[in-house]
């Protein structure tokens, strides 16, 4: 399984960015994808989740620029990031759970795309 996360660049403050997370390779049926965020010196941070049933969840400070959607036949999830600020300047990777009979709960992490805010 491989997780291809896109659509990161170089925004302005107070711009917006559509990043995508799309899954390829075996067929495995996800339980729930999340974008995760790590910032220069800071550790990860859990920015948002869907589950298979399309629930979603988001981290308390970033649920009102934030939304994370699914469009299933595509394998694809996307974060829409809205009024991007400095501070939102981080690596975001989507990570992808499952489980598999035999091991258990299992996670799947793409390579990450640069998100960059300048002020």
């Known amino acids: 399984v491989q997780l291809q996360a896109s659509g990161g660049g170089l925004v302005q403050a107070g711009g917006s960015l559509m990043l995508s997370c799309t899954a390829s390779?075996?067929?495995?049926?996800?339980?729930?994808i999340s974008w995760y965020r790590r910032a220069p010196g800071l550790e990860a941070e859990l920015v948002a989740t869907?589950?298979?049933?399309?629930?979603?969840n988001y981290a308390d400070s970033l649920k009102d620029r934030f939304t994370i959607s699914s469009d299933t036949p595509k394998n694809t999830v996307y974060l829409k990031a809205n009024n991007l600020r400095p501070e939102d300047t981080a690596v975001y990777y989507c990570?992808?759970?499952?489980?598999?009979?035999?091991?258990?709960?299992?996670?799947?992490w793409g390579q990450g795309t640069l998100v960059t805010v300048s002020s």
């Open positions: 990570m992808a759970n499952s489980w598999i009979a035999g091991r258990g709960s299992v996670d799947y």
């Open positions: 390779g075996a067929a495995i049926a996800f339980r729930t």
């Open positions: 869907i589950t298979r049933g399309g629930i979603t």
